[in-house]
C-alpha cells in the first residue's frame, strides 16, 4: 500500500481526501502545517505528497522549495481557482502537477494516479537513451548533459523523454498535455509551457548550435536533431 502525504490545514478536506483514496489501496497520513509536512516529506516513508499553498507557518512554495532542496518525492500542489501565477510558480519550483481549489477528490485521484505512473518506468523500454549531450537513465530516472547531472521533476522527465524520442519531428502540445500530464488540454492551459520552459532553462537553450527545443507557434515543440546527433537505445 502506498502512503500519500496531505499537508493542509483543512481537517475535513484532509478527512475526505482519505475516504476517496484509500479504497484505491493508498494509505493517506494529514497534517496540517507547512513544518509538520517538511518534516514528514522528507521521511522517506511517502509515495507522493499533497501540499496546500495557503498552510499555516510555512506556505506552500517556502515547503515545496525546502523539500526540492533535499528531495525528489512527487508534489501535487493544491491552489485557489483563477490563480494562474501560483500554478505557474509552483511548477517552476518543482511542483509536478497542480489543481485548482474546489476540486472534485475523484479528480485528485487520478492527477495522483498519473503521477505515479510516471515514476515507473516501462519494463520493455531500454535503459538508457542518448541523444546528443543527453543521456537518460530509466533505472535512475537521471538526466545528464555531458556528463552533468541535470536535477528534473517527474514531469520534466516524461516531457524531455518524450521530445527526445521524437527528436527532429514536431509534438504537439496536445499530444504532450494527454501523455506526459495525462489530461486533455483545455484553451488556458499554460502548465506544458511553464514546464518546457524549465526544462530549457536547466538543460541550456542551445545544443550544436541550434535552439534545443523549438516552439512551433500555435502547433507545439520540436528537440533539436542535428547532424551530430545520435538517438541510441542501450540494456548495459
Known sequence: MLRILVVDDDIELCELVAEYLEPDGYEVEAVHDGESGLQRALSGEHALAVLDY???GLNGFELLKQIRNHSRVPIVMLTARGDAVSRIVGLQIGADDYLPKPF???ELLARINAVLRRTQPDRDEKTSLVV????MDHRTRSV???GELIELTLVE???LEKLIKAAGRIVSREELTKDVLHRSLSPFDRSM???VANLRR??????NGLERIKTIRSVGYIYALSPLAEI???NA
Open 54 to 56: 495557503m498552510l499555516p
Open 104 to 106: 472534485d477528490p475523484l
Open 132 to 135: 546528443g549531450d543527453i543521456e
Open 144 to 146: 545528464r548533459r555531458n
Open 157 to 159: 522527465y516524461a516531457l
Open 193 to 195: 509551457d511553464t514546464h
Open 202 to 207: 536547466k538543460l541550456g537553450h542551445q545544443v
Open 232 to 234: 541510441k537505445k542501450s
